[in-house]
């Protein structure tokens, strides 16, 4: 099968700003002798002892345990934050810097000239401005909790150049020696919440494969391939809007979608054009999105997450316990960075006790417990961005019959060796004009210009995206990690507008709850699935649906709460959220674990938690092994298909480690796809595998003649025929991949992890990327199941999103609580904390999580004490 998807151009994406004699010369540096070691280890800070601290106005303790985790106590907010910024910068501000100059449209001053595009989708959205404002709008007690951690991080910039901050300087010094860090601000720490909710954005992949779709399929045929939520088999979060969050039926075959009545319909003054008029620039404009930042990840089905909350009846302890594990990309560090917070005294002055999960470059804890309460997010997948076709005309857009004025800015971007960039930014109302920005969009605006009769060049794009209004959300992150109850959480919830989550909550009193947040528009007309006219106010957005309309539910009969980016509402929900919800096999098999074990009468603890994150049941799998189990049987020979059905009988549709059936179907299972699906779609489009996919082929196993069965080409006429197809190729692959003997078959001798820096560990050079990254690491799981190990069945079988982290917190004993990180504490590359958490992660371990002062002292492996200068 090719290779030769957008996903796989994204994996080799790099920055070749490097030449191979450059290369060359930095690893003889690191690798040979004294001094090269010596250039490794300057950038390990100091984790014991004392260090002089500008700004503090009492000491600061920071204890780190074996791992080099830390928790900073200190006697006021403004020391605490100071000391978390200087802690983030002392381990990871490689990483914070690269952060904050792909937000601002500001790689090419680091990288050169080929980070220019890049930066230039980033300037004209505007990522940098938008936190200014949110920055300017803060209220006083925030502004100065982020002024504080930047404050933090320039004292320990102060005293660190180059190599003495990361080993990437040294690197980034031999090309571009002339680079030094610029002070921290706040604007660079809520740049980051832009990145967030970019990632995490919403269904603009799925609107694009519908629209190249209909450029070859019917309607019919398109809603064959996005079927809709099976509401009747798996779990609603809530019940709202009918919906059903105690689905116990095995799993059921998926309605299918009705056609788009948009997408179908014919051009219009105000209907969006037919895809086939410009299924070359969707083509495009698909690429143009693949070249973007993924900071969290690449875009796909298995961003998600899974977390799930349970009330103290059910505990053993008679509290409630919380699990969540985020599912983003592997990247080296990871996205993640454990803390504790403490006030020494906690009070309205100071009112700090939490620990959890931070983003460097960030203050305070995003995802975590404190001493009353815990929560975990999951991406609830709003789709919160259009594209809108606008009639431009000079420095004036058409408008409801009216010329209104562009807004324009000016932008420059500085280039490392080459000269500046000068950009000017257009926007209408409903956001900034992105035409000129990539070739993608700007084919589409041609063909539809001469669809509509305008000029191509009076013709444009717009973007409206909710993260490009600014919001409140900087200030939640303080609000979740000192909130005290239900009523307080919500509270906070209702700030934290982008990008929107679902939030489970639990509290010590025995409370459970959900609530979905977030700036989810309300559109006058459409759905969002297509591009719509933007003269007209007809599918102009209204407002945002107000949060006491949004999802929630508190303490439900049930006695808990499943999140897997299933649907959080049913299908009578007053307002729309998406049309693109994940299909809820996660949902279903915790739901299914929890249910097995309560019918037992057990009182779960947090061990089956963990053993539910570790769950890999493939329900995919399970629906299809069956069939290939009776094609097997009618071969009559000794050939792959039934060596392929001897060895998957008896399997228990595991995609464990080990498992050689495991490894057999997934083969079996991407030869399916291609040989079914991948000639009949765009090139642009090819199956991926992950849950709409099963949905999909749990659909169409059910057609024994369905015409996605039939090939000319490849002498096919049905079903059987072209499972069996697939199978005896699937053997013949796994043989060549794993050799003759299927004794000796494993999942995870072809389903690897290679955890890769963003930065230098794409940069195409070998030595450079063997630098900074690490693995590959065999591992099991798989897409869309629990243990959502994810990997793209265009590309191989290699791993792209992982449970970033994973946590379990006992509200009976927050000092029972564990968590482990995809990487270690460190991104300094060599250090003994830069990978040390990968092995556990790996094999569905975790570490114990110490809260209390007790345990803190307890698990103390090194104790730094920050000093108030003079």
């Known amino acids: 099968m090719g290779d030769d998807s957008p996903r796989l151009r994204r994996h080799h994406r790099v920055l070749r700003f490097v030449g191979i004699v450059v290369a060359v010369l930095l690893v ?107 920055v300017k709008a803060l209220d006083k007690t925030s502004l100065r909790y982020y002024q504080d951690y930047a404050d933090g991080v320039n004292a320990y910039l102060a005293t660190h150049k180059g190599a003495e901050l990361s080993l990437e300087y040294a690197v980034l010094g031999i ?18 919440l832009k990145a967030m909710a970019w ?118 302890s008679g509290k409630p316990l919380l699990a969540n594990d985020p599912h983003l990309g592997a990247v080296m560090p990871s996205v993640w960075y454990q803390v504790g917070l403490h006030c020494a005294t906690v009070g309205p002055d100071c009112p700090f006790d939490v ?248 009182k779960l603890t947090a061990a089956d938690f963990a053993s539910i994150q570790a769950d890999t049941y493939n329900a995919n799998a399970a629906d299809l092994t069956p069939i290939l189990l009776d094609v097997g049987a009618q071969t009559g020979e000794d050939d792959g298909v039934s060596r392929g059905a001897r060895l998957l009988a008896g399997w228990n549709y595991h995609d464990d480690a080990d498992s050689a059936a495991a490894a057999y179907f997934n083969i079996f299972w991407r030869n399916l796809l291609a040989d079914a699906f991948r000639r009949k779609l765009p090139a642009s489009a090819p199956p991926t595998g992950g849950d709409r996919w099963f949905a999909v082929v749990e659909t169409l196993a059910q057609q024994q003649d369905s015409p996605w069965w039939t090939d000319e080409k490849l002498d096919v006429d049905n079903r059987d025929e072209m499972f069996a197809r697939a199978a005896d190729e699937a053997w013949s692959e796994a043989t060549r991949l794993m050799g003759s003997d299927p004794e000796k078959w494993r999942w995870d001798r072809i389903h690897t992890i290679t955890l890769t820096n963003a930065s230098f560990g794409v940069s195409g050079i070998e030595p450079i990327e063997a630098l900074f990254n690490r693995g590959p690491y065999p591992v099991g799981g798989g897409s869309s199941v629990v243990d959502a190990v994810g990997w793209d069945a265009a590309v191989g079988y290699t791993v792209d999103w992982v449970p970033s982290m994973r946590q379990v917190i006992d509200l009976g004993d927050f000092d029972k609580s564990t968590w482990i990180n995809l990487t270690g504490a460190s991104g300094h590359a060599f250090s003994p904390h830069y990978d040390d958490q990968t092995p556990l992660w790996q094999t569905n371990k975790t570490r114990p999580w110490p809260f209390s002062a007790k345990a803190v002292a307890a698990a103390a492996d090194q104790t730094l004490t920050l000093r108030p200068t003079g």
């Open 28 to 134: 003889l540096v690191v690798i040979a002798g004294g001094v090269g070691v010596w250039n490794v280890m300057r950038s390990f800070p100091q984790t014991s002892g004392t260090i002089d601290l500008a700004g503090l106005d009492k000491p600061v303790s920071v204890v780190r345990d074996d791992a080099g985790i830390p928790q900073i106590t200190a006697s006021t907010a403004d020391d605490l934050f100071r000391a978390q910024g200087f802690v983030h910068a002392q381990d990871r501000f490689w990483e914070m810097d690269f952060r904050r100059h792909v937000t601002a449209g500001r790689l090419a001053e680091m990288f050169g000239e080929s980070q220019v595009p890049t930066d230039t989708f980033i300037r004209a959205l505007g990522w940098r401005n938008v936190a200014e404002q949110e």
């Open 175 to 192: 090309q571009n020696p002339g680079y030094s860090p610029e002070p921290w601000t706040p604007a660079d720490s809520v740049a980051w």
């Open 199 to 316: 990632d995490l954005r919403s269904n603009l992949e799925d609107e694009i494969d519908r629209a190249l779709l209909s450029t070859k399929l019917t309607p019919a045929q398109i809603a064959e391939l996005h079927p809709a939520y099976p509401y009747d088999e798996h779990p609603t979060i809530t019940a709202e809007g009918g919906g059903n969050p105690l689905v116990t039926t095995p799993d059921a075959v998926p309605a299918a979608a009705e056609p788009d009545s948009a997408s179908a319909a014919g051009a219009s003054a105000s209907r969006p054009a037919e895809a086939t008029e410009y299924a070359a620039a969707l083509t495009d404009l698909a690429s143009s999105l693949d070249a973007l930042p993924e900071l969290l990840g690449p875009a796909g089905d298995d961003i998600g997450s899974n977390s799930w909350v349970v009330s103290g009846a059910l505990t053993q």
């Open 355 to 602: 620990a959890g999960f931070s983003f460097s470059g960030l203050p305070g804890v995003i995802i975590g417990h404190n001493d009353r309460i815990a929560w975990g997010f999951t991406n609830l997948g709003p789709d919160v961005a259009d594209l809108y076709e606008e009639k431009v005309s000079g420095n004036t857009y058409e408008y409801d019959g009216q010329q209104v004025p562009l807004t324009i800015r000016k932008e420059t971007i500085k280039v490392a060796g080459g000269e500046p960039v000068h950009l000017t930014v257009r926007s209408t109302r409903h956001g900034p004009i992105v035409t000129d920005l990539t070739d993608g969009f700007a084919a589409i605006a041609k063909d539809q210009a001469g669809r509509m009769g305008v000029p191509a060049d009076k013709f444009q794009l717009s973007l409206q995206w909710t993260a490009l209004t600014p919001g409140p959300t900087p200030a939640a992150i303080f609000a979740f990690d000192t909130a005290q109850n239900w009523e307080q959480f919500r509270a906070a919830a209702e700030m934290f507008q982008v990008p929107s989550q679902n939030l489970v909550y639990a509290d010590v009193d025995g409370n459970i709850g959900y609530q979905a947040p977030g700036a989810m528009p309300i559109r006058a007309s459409g759905d969002g699935t297509v591009p719509v006219p933007g003269w007209t106010s007809q599918y102009g957005w209204t407002g945002t649906v107000p949060f006491a309309e949004l999802p929630s539910a508190y303490n439900p009969p049930s006695g808990y709460i499943v999140t897997a980016n299933n649907a959080a509402v049913g299908p009578d929900f007053p307002r729309l959220i998406t049309k693109d919800w994940e299909y809820g096999y996660r949902a279903n098999q915790i739901q299914l674990r929890l249910q097995a074990l309560l019918a037992k009468g057990t």
